[in-house]
């Protein structure tokens, strides 16, 4: 079952159109990651799930209800800019957003729980104001997903946080979809996307580009993608016939290649010694990358 | 409607919790305290301080007669335990010198060091009876203090009387005649002659009494002014703060924008309700210890908390909106001008109001519905009231404005909030009203 579906949604500020003709469908239970490069509409649809934005047209379906608003309660959501309130003490913030969602009795106690969790009960009773950035990070994260919401709608959750903190984050993500939540988040990070999410969503100039499981999205561009270690480095791969888009790693090559690659290998010995010769499917990065990447003329002045 | 309450709690508590909240506290039971102080020191105290003055006499002739009388006022000082219609001695001394510039300049240099306390000059016309004379001039750097002037006043006049009787060679007894027959008339304000319902007695009018008549009305107008200025702003600096913190879009995934302006102003409400609570009930304790108590009718009090209401809804709404409109603290500081000119313009045009309740130009200035919260009350409370029909219209209309300005702050309020970056200007305002 689909616990939320977008039905052709476009929205639009003044003559921009952030989002166009968008239809999606999040199944129950799925870590559903959303990217795509910087003002590409990302936010805007997520606002819309949210029903802080309201679509010109189309519909926004959330757990069955074609009326969004009525469904807040259900779904937690963290924006990309966090707020909290500085002067506040953690206990009493935390209460006040579950409240705001209709948490149940159990609230106080979750929120011990979570504390403890995060390994913050200490600092249960002062002002937000105190707290480090990790730990704020950490305090909106639970702000959101303490009143045990079943969809969870996290805007870049990731970004900014060293790796121990992210980590905690990681798992706590886990744990709230083992038990039962559905879990949509932005992120620019693709190694966490390619790690973390069942579903892979790119919206790209406000229109969906790629939509689908990891190994579907990666089947759709084949296995032109080869990864290359050569004594000679990204200089043996010069004027090589179908050889695009050499990315030069320091210590290993990858590159486009359209041909045969057993002439390719041959053409290599012939240059300099091979290390390591593999095909691949093309990455989520490298796909990203692909469909981002500005047009030759893109950016100039006319 | 919990989730509004909810954030309502949320405004009150954290202004429950701020400085400002502690100081406006301890601002009622001051009002109660510096009254019953300020007249307790009325009362008590005696200004029994010596007051030098120096006398440029003109004439020639009067700066002795005067020097006498003080002396005679100051004996009469010493003689009586009544200070109180008396206040402290004048000490004069004649001031001579041959340039009247330089001798002015001198005794003002002596006020200024305080060494004298001021000095007068007598025109040598003064005694003239053909033309008016010329007046006498009364120099200090404390003009706020009367007593002097008007004792001079008083002792210069009889004594510039006597010598133009003796002048126009009017008889002694005639003169003691004429000082009986010119006292002046008296005239005692009264209040109206009631009939008194259960003795069927017509009752005699009761004195007017410039506390009940103009005391009561201004602290009851001025109460309101400072209840909604001490509570609406705080409105503005609550949805600017969560906007520049960005909480705002964390509140707006869990309530919409409607409920959550709602909440605030019902929020900014409790708070202004449990200021009048403290202030009313700090102002009407002091005016029962003062024999008042009965100066405020409930009818009045109930017309109060109405137009109050209003009030924090027309301004807390009109706050909210520039909150949302605005990125930092220095533009809303800007747009707020013109609406705190709003709230404060009825305070300026009360004395208009206090010259003739009832005059077209009161009228008209208390059914304008930002000024119609302060100055219908002003006018409820002055002897003898406005109709009935003018309280209910300026009603109707202020309800009618703010449910306007109400819905659209809400507009103004949706937008603005998750713009980020620049302040929206007044155009742009009008616009987000205006888009569907």
């Given amino acids: ?302 | 409607m919990n989730k509004m309450l909810l954030i309502a709690s949320n405004e009150f508590s954290a202004f429950v919790r701020s400085k400002a909240f502690i100081i406006s506290v301890l601002f009622a039971p001051a009002i109660m305290g510096i009254s019953v102080i300020i007249q307790k020191a009325a009362h008590d105290h005696v200004d029994t301080t010596e007051r030098k003055f120096a006398i440029i006499d003109a004439t020639g002739q009067l700066a002795d007669p005067l020097i006498k009388a003080a002396a005679e006022r100051n004996d009469a000082l010493a003689a009586t335990a009544d200070h109180e219609a008396l206040g402290g001695p004048f000490t004069p001394e004649l001031a001579e010198g041959n340039s009247l510039p330089e001798l002015r300049l001198e005794l003002s240099e002596r006020v200024r060091s305080s060494n004298l306390f001021a000095f007068i000059e007598i025109p040598a016309n003064i005694l003239q009876t053909n033309a008016p004379p010329d007046a006498v001039r009364y120099f200090s750097d404390e003009p706020t203090y009367r007593d002097l002037p008007r004792w001079l006043k008083q002792a210069l006049t009889a004594e510039v009387r006597d010598r133009r009787f003796a002048s126009a060679r009017i008889p002694q007894a005639a003169r003691q005649i004429f000082r009986q027959l010119d006292i002046p008339v008296n005239i005692e304000a009264m209040g109206l002659v009631e009939l008194n319902s259960e003795s069927g007695q017509i009752e005699d009018a009761r004195k007017v009494d410039k506390v009940r008549a103009f005391i009561v009305p201004i602290a009851l107008m001025i109460l309101m002014y400072i209840i909604v200025l001490t509570s609406t702003p705080n409105i503005l600096n609550s949805v600017l703060e969560e906007k520049m913190s960005r909480i705002s879009e964390v509140l707006l995934g869990s309530v919409s924008p409607t409920h959550l302006m709602l909440g605030k102003l019902i929020g900014c409400l409790w708070i202004a309700g449990v200021l009048a609570l403290l202030y009313l009930g700090s102002a009407l304790g002091a005016a029962h210890y003062h024999g008042y108590g009965d100066a405020v009718p409930p009818a009045l009090l109930a017309w109060f908390a109405i137009y109050l209401l209003l009030a924090i809804f027309f301004f807390g709404s009109l706050f909210i909106a520039i909150g949302a409109a605005c990125t930092d603290i220095k533009s809303a500081q800007a747009a707020m001008m013109p609406v705190m000119m709003l709230v404060i313009m009825p305070l300026m045009a009360f004395p208009i109001i206090l010259k003739n309740p009832n005059g077209n130009v009161a009228v008209a200035l208390s059914l304008f519905p930002p000024a119609t919260p302060l100055l219908m009350t002003l006018r409820l409370a002055l002897q003898p009231g406005p109709p009935l029909w003018q309280p209910i219209l300026a009603l109707v209309l202020t309800c009618g404005t703010t449910l306007g300005i109400v819905w659209a702050a809400g507009k103004v309020f949706r937008t603005g909030i998750l713009m980020q970056g620049k302040s929206a200007s007044l155009r742009e305002m009008v616009r987000w009203v205006f888009t569907k």
């Fill in chain 1, 1 to 302: 079952m689909d616990v939320i579906q977008l039905r052709k949604v476009s929205k639009s500020f003044g003559t921009l159109r952030a989002v166009d003709d968008l239809s999606l469908a999040v199944p129950r239970g799925c870590i559903y990651g959303f990217i795509g490069p910087n003002g590409s509409g990302k936010t805007t649809t997520l606002r819309m799930l949210m029903s802080i934005l309201r679509p010109d047209t189309g519909e926004v379906e959330i757990l069955g209800e074609r009326n969004p608003p009525a469904a807040k309660d259900s779904v937690g959501y963290l924006p990309e800019e966090r707020g909290l309130y500085k002067k506040m003490n953690v206990r009493r913030l935390l209460r006040y957003y579950g409240k705001l969602k209709n948490a149940g009795p159990q609230l106080d106690a979750r929120i011990d729980e979570w504390l403890d969790r995060m390994a913050l009960t200490d600092w249960a009773d002062k002002m937000v104001e105190t707290l480090s950035k990790g730990m704020a990070q950490k305090i909106q994260f639970l702000s959101t997903i303490i009143a045990e919401p079943e969809i969870i709608v996290l805007d870049e959750p990731f970004s900014g946080l060293d790796p121990v903190n992210l980590e905690v984050l990681r798992e706590a993500v886990l744990t709230l979809r083992k038990n039962g939540a559905t879990i949509i988040f932005s992120t620019h990070d693709m190694a966490v996307a390619e790690r973390m999410c069942d579903r892979i969503f790119m919206i790209y100039k406000g229109r969906k580009v790629l939509d689908g499981t990891q190994d579907e999205i990666q089947a759709e561009y084949g296995q032109d993608t080869l990864r290359v270690r050569t004594t000679a480095g990204a200089e043996a791969l010069k004027s090589l016939d179908g050889v695009d888009d050499v990315r030069d790693h320091g210590q290993l090559q990858e590159l486009r290649f359209t041909g045969d690659t057993q002439k390719l290998l041959h053409d290599l010995l012939a240059r300099t010694e091979v290390h390591h010769f593999e095909q691949t499917r093309p990455s989520l990065h490298d796909i990203f990358v692909r469909i981002a990447k500005p047009e030759p003329d893109e950016g100039k002045t006319p």
